[in-house]
């Protein structure tokens, strides 16, 4: 399996595509916002970088649907704001990167969700197909760069998995130590060289803000990491056992994601070393966040778990299908999410599982 060919969102618009199945990471964005804007506010009061009349960004990681448009405008709002209180004439250059893979078309096609601002504005918008692990833009050119929710999926599955980690798809309590060596390495190797590329291209003084899936504890067997993938991971043993899915398929299935915690971020940062790590914040979202399942005054009496168990299983779904089908076969995809959102359903039973995220501000040396 290339990993590049199949890490991508459901395309479209229908029920299951990511742009109608993408609530929970508008409210992840949301979250990191106050990070976002001060990091955008601190970048214009150092001297040195000043307020350039043409600026470069990137949403790195961009995906298709509402999502995109709903933080560039906010980037773009802010940063316009800064410049009229200055009254200073600007441009703004902006790429939308993702896999070439990814649904340009359909995102392409909500560009005016920008609110008509881009007849306004001096906008210029690209897409920007590649992956961010390699070279995306010329010596010392890019302004800003921003990425939520991306940075966890990594270049390529971590080699020397093959039949050791057998009834996982991802790191599990039962996974032997070097499924964990293994994708610890990955990551450390992932996150470097995307630092150091980023590193070439920015202008000093640019920034970053990255938005990471992580976990709150060092150790990677925990309960923390993706639990979700965990039951998915289940889902698919009850079907292979059942004869509805091989098992040699399950066994040799790796998911190419990795969720760092705290301390392992801010080591690949000082290791590698062209960037200032000025603000890390944490917070947690639960699995169904974004989606208004229920009044948090009535939560006890009203929350239903079976609800929240399909809006979480179509989430999922949203990202994980295009590298199912490719793995497992296309047949297989409706059934394991209904079995998928039973499961998710009778977790949210037993606890209101969530997800642990490390929202970071990077400036370059």
């Not at 742009?19 to 150092?46: R, W």
């Not at 800064?82 to 250059?93: A, D, I, M, T």
């Not at 940075?151 to 980690?165: D, K, T």
Request: aromatic fraction near 12%; proline fraction near 4%; hydrophobic fraction near 35%.
């Amino acid at each position: 399996m290339v990993v590049k060919n199949v890490t991508h969102m459901n395309a479209g618009n229908d029920e299951v595509s990511y742009a109608n199945n993408s609530a929970l990471q508008k409210f992840v964005i949301s979250e990191a916002l106050p990070v976002l804007d001060g990091t955008l506010k601190e970048m214009f009061s150092h001297a040195h970088n000043g307020y350039p009349k043409s600026l470069k960004i990137v949403d790195l990681g961009c995906s298709s649907g509402p999502n995109t448009f709903f933080i560039m405008s906010h980037i773009l709002d802010t940063i316009e704001d800064l410049y009229q209180k200055k009254n200073l004439p600007h441009e703004f250059e902006v790429y939308l990167n993702d896999l070439p893979d990814n649904d340009f078309n359909n995102l392409f096609k909500l560009l005016p969700s920008l609110n008509g601002k881009e007849k306004k504005r001096q906008l210029f918008m690209y897409g920007l197909p590649g992956s961010f692990y390699g070279r995306l833009f010329p010596s010392k050119s890019l302004h800003f760069a921003y990425s939520s929710y991306s940075i966890h999926w990594l270049s390529q599955i971590p080699q020397g998995l093959e039949n050791i980690n057998k009834e996982n798809i991802y790191m599990a309590r039962t996974s032997p130590k070097e499924v964990f060596e293994a994708y610890s390495k990955q990551y450390q190797k992932d996150f470097s060289t995307f630092l150091s590329f980023r590193s070439k291209e920015m202008v000093s003084g640019g920034r970053m803000v990255l938005t990471i899936m992580a976990r709150s504890v060092e150790d990677p067997s925990s309960k923390d990491d993706c639990g979700h993938l965990t039951l998915l991971s289940q889902t698919l043993l009850q079907m292979a056992n059942e004869g509805l899915v091989k098992m040699d398929d399950l066994y040799s299935f790796n998911v190419p994601i990795y969720t760092p915690c705290q301390q392992e971020v801010e080591t690949v940062i000082q290791n590698e070393g062209s960037f200032d790590l000025e603000k890390l914040h944490v917070f947690r979202v639960r699995w169904d966040a974004g989606y208004n399942v229920v009044d948090d005054v009535q939560e006890d009496k009203l929350f239903n778990k079976y609800k929240s168990g399909k809006l979480v299983a179509n989430c999922v779904r949203a990202f994980m299908e295009p590298m199912l089908a490719s793995h497992f076969g296309g047949s297989i995809i409706d059934e394991l999410f209904v079995r998928y959102a039973e499961k998710v359903a009778e977790n949210f039973s037993v606890e209101k599982s969530s997800f642990f995220n490390i929202v970071i501000s990077l400036c370059r040396k």
